[in-house]
């Protein structure tokens, strides 16, 4: 359909308000919500992973991007509210305690955002009893963890092991990445993937979850 073409191009250049009044339209003329939601702003938001991938688009365009697709869930949100759409998954991000990096981790949370999941940003310089706290009470299907220094890797070792003695790893897929971190690294701590960018982040989040880690 024509109007949900003009939604997904309208966030590849990154135009909110344009974003945000092809969302109404569609509402008002009838589209399901779920419709808008994916084959518009999803399919946008696709669309400007590739192309961050293929390196046709950077950072800030992914940024203006994200804001174009904010305004559009914005007009979406509050009708998933008041029925049963329900997000793809829950996933914790942020960057382990002693690091106050967090441009990778952003857009990390803007990308899985446009594959349909319900981020939880945790920030930056986050302590593992907090890691913990936030799996124990939202209950995600994601843990992702970042760091940009070597000395504020083994952060992540830690809120696994405390995840793993306290019985909550079942059902969580753990994800870690950042400049230093590899995937022989993640093998090491126990980690159930690693991604090296965003768009390789949600990849490998959709293959996690369909392979049921």
Known sequence: MEILASLADS???????EASLLT????KEGLEPLEVLNKGLIAGMD????????GELYVPDVLVAARAMRAG???LRPLFAK????????????TVQGDLHDIGKNLVGIMLEGAGFQVIDMGT???????????????PRVLGMSALLTVTMMGM??????????????????LVGGAP?????????????????AVSAVSKVKELLKAGR
């Open 157 to 174: 070792k830690t809120v696994l092991d405390a995840m793993d003695s306290q019985g909550l790893r079942k059902g969580v897929v753990a």
């Open 11 to 17: 966030l590849i250049r990154g135009q909110a308000d």
């Open 181 to 197: 971190v590899t995937q022989r690294f993640a093998d090491e701590i126990g980690a159930d993937g690693y991604a090296h960018d």
């Open 47 to 54: 669309v400007v992973g590739q192309k961050f991938r293929d």
């Open 73 to 75: 869930m914005d007009i």
């Open 125 to 139: 310089d986050v302590a593992p009893e907090k890691f913990i706290s936030a799996v124990r009470d939202h209950q």
């Open 24 to 27: 109404t339209r569609g509402i």
């Open 83 to 94: 029925g049963d759409v329900r997000p793809v998954g829950k996933v914790i991000l942020g």
